[in-house]
């Protein structure tokens, strides 16, 4: 039986955000999240796109074609309709370099069980918007810290607990986890985005981590 998976989303485009920006990516887009931010910029399209079975034998046809890496993305990569997918997509794929975009939910499991040879940048991007939430993040965030593998990709808005998890995740950096924490202004327009700005370099220049632009959106590629 050949293997496939399900996505609502399968095109080459570039990474638009983080460590990898600019890098040539077959962006492959699950459709489920466990989670309804209100500043999605994907929540229409998750909505009204249905679901459509790819194979991988075509997806590594087309990534060899592109000299393209892949970026798998949501949605929720790690939610229980999605995590063996994407565990066969980043075991049995042939890729030059991954990205995979979190939350969090249950990105423990996919770390354990993705080939450690294989070379892949997962990105937590935590959404806090409660005490309980804040509390989640910072745990999780002390054990990311430790795996190489693994990159902090936070929006940033001026709410306290924001700040509060900025000014406590900034006291466990040392000058090499430094570079792992990407900060990125919120909006899903480009003038929502440059108005943003401004703040997110004041925040990374207190915190001392990286800015990171949204591309994707600025330029309009995606």
């Given at each position: 039986?050949?293997?496939?998976?399900?996505?609502i989303?399968?095109?080459?485009?570039?990474?638009?955000?983080?460590?990898?920006?600019?890098?040539?990516?077959?962006?492959?887009?699950?459709?489920?999240?466990?989670?309804?931010?209100?500043?999605?910029?994907?929540?229409?399209?998750?909505?009204?796109?249905?679901?459509?079975?790819?194979?991988?034998?075509?997806?590594?046809?087309?990534?060899?074609?592109?000299?393209?890496?892949?970026?798998?993305?949501?949605?929720?990569?790690?939610?229980?309709?999605?995590?063996?997918?994407?565990?066969?997509?980043?075991?049995?794929?042939?890729?030059?370099?991954?990205?995979?975009?979190?939350?969090?939910?249950?990105?423990?499991?996919?770390?354990k069980e993705?080939?450690?040879?294989?070379?892949?940048?997962?990105?937590?991007?935590?959404?806090?918007?409660?005490?309980?939430?804040?509390?989640?993040?910072?745990?999780?965030?002390?054990?990311?810290?430790?795996d190489?593998?693994?990159?902090?990709?936070?929006?940033y808005?001026?709410?306290?607990?924001?700040?509060?998890?900025?000014?406590?995740?900034?006291e466990?950096?040392?000058?090499?986890m430094?570079?792992?924490?990407?900060?990125?202004?919120?909006?899903?327009?480009?003038?929502?985005?440059?108005?943003?700005?401004?703040?997110?370099?004041?925040?990374?220049?207190?915190?001392?981590?990286?800015?990171?632009?949204?591309?994707?959106?600025?330029?309009?590629?995606?």
């Amino acid at each position: 039986m050949k293997k496939e998976v399900h996505l609502i989303e399968n095109f080459v485009s570039w990474q638009g955000e983080g460590i990898d920006s600019g890098q040539a990516m077959i962006i492959l887009r699950f459709k489920t999240c466990n989670l309804k931010c209100p500043w999605c910029d994907t929540s229409v399209k998750m909505r009204i796109s249905s679901e459509a079975p790819y194979l991988l034998s075509d997806l590594q046809t087309n990534m060899s074609q592109k000299r393209a890496g892949i970026m798998i993305t949501g949605g929720e990569p790690t939610v229980p309709k999605h995590i063996d997918e994407a565990l066969m997509l980043l075991n049995e794929l042939d890729y030059p370099i991954a990205n995979v975009e979190s939350n969090g939910f249950n990105l423990e499991r996919l770390l354990k069980e993705t080939d450690p040879s294989k070379n892949v940048h997962f990105m937590y991007s935590p959404k806090i918007f409660s005490t309980k939430d804040l509390k989640e993040a910072l745990l999780k965030t002390k054990e990311f810290l430790k795996d190489d593998r693994v990159f902090i990709k936070l929006v940033y808005e001026n709410r306290p607990e924001i700040i509060d998890y900025l000014e406590k995740v900034s006291e466990q950096l040392t000058l090499e986890m430094g570079r792992k924490v990407w900060l990125m202004p919120e909006g899903t327009t480009r003038p929502d985005l440059i108005r943003n700005s401004s703040d997110v370099f004041d925040a990374c220049e207190k915190y001392k981590i990286n800015f990171s632009s949204r591309n994707h959106i600025i330029f309009g590629f995606v």
